[in-house]
């Protein structure tokens, strides 16, 4: 079955640390993977993609993500978080031939100050 | 260019009355989708439109919702003697529809339902 799993539902860390988020899903053909992020009230944003080529992909917002097929993984890590990354973060994955995408439960990040 | 817009912005019904969602894609993109967001949930896919096609209806909970898209374009999400349960916020996105295209969501509806 097609799946994507965001094992944390809440993180919170303080301004200035790491983040890692994490994502593994399911797909029985090569996957497209996507991270988005939702602000508060907001519609979703497209944080970064892989489709194919290097498996560490940069995005906006100082973010970045990793693409370990051995491990059907697929983490967003940011160096230093501000306090404006607070919000939900979503990874989905597609495939060749559809943009359907099927997406994760979510990861909601508060960061303290 | 713009991007995806939905109206109304916010909806409040009343149990029971029908209610009229309203999606405008990214002009050329031929595939649009509409999910729902219930509070503190993910997002729940309702239904897939491409091109020409047949819709993907997989997602839709329940026979009180349609949705339909008329030349290709504009959708509208119609929700039939709305529930409680039907509160939340209904997201449309639109894409490419050329294959592993990124989605472009709209900022939402958010239908509350006394």
């Known amino acids: 079955a097609q799946s994507v799993t965001q094992p944390d539902i809440h993180i919170t860390v303080s301004e200035g640390a790491s983040l890692e988020l994490r994502c593994n899903y399911s797909y029985g053909a090569t996957p497209y993977l996507f991270w988005y992020v939702q602000s508060p009230g907001q519609g979703l944003q497209l944080l970064l993609k892989y489709f194919s080529g290097d498996t560490l ?49 979510g990861t909601r990040l508060q960061v303290f100050p | 260019g713009a991007g995806v817009s939905q109206s109304p912005s916010n909806k409040v019904t009343e149990k029971g009355k029908d209610v009229e969602l309203r999606c405008d894609p990214i002009s050329g993109h031929t595939a649009l989708y509409w999910y729902r967001q219930s509070l503190g949930q993910g997002l729940e896919f309702l239904i897939y439109f491409q091109g020409n096609s047949a819709p993907d209806k997989s997602g839709l ?23 409680q349960e039907d509160s939340a916020v209904y997201l449309c996105a639109s894409s490419p529809g050329t294959g592993g295209g990124t989605q472009y969501f709209g900022p939402g509806t958010r239908l509350l339902v006394l």
């Open chain 2, 61 to 83: 909970p329940s026979d009180r919702f349609s949705a339909e898209r008329t030349g290709g374009s504009v959708s509208t999400l119609t929700i039939q003697r709305t529930q």
């Open chain 1, 57 to 105: 992909v940069q995005g906006i917002k100082g973010f970045e993500a990793e693409f370990k097929r051995s491990q059907s993984s697929f983490n967003l890590r940011k160096p230093s978080v501000h306090w404006s990354d607070a919000a939900e973060y979503f990874c989905a994955v597609g495939g060749l031939g559809t943009d359907k995408l099927i997406f994760g439960t």
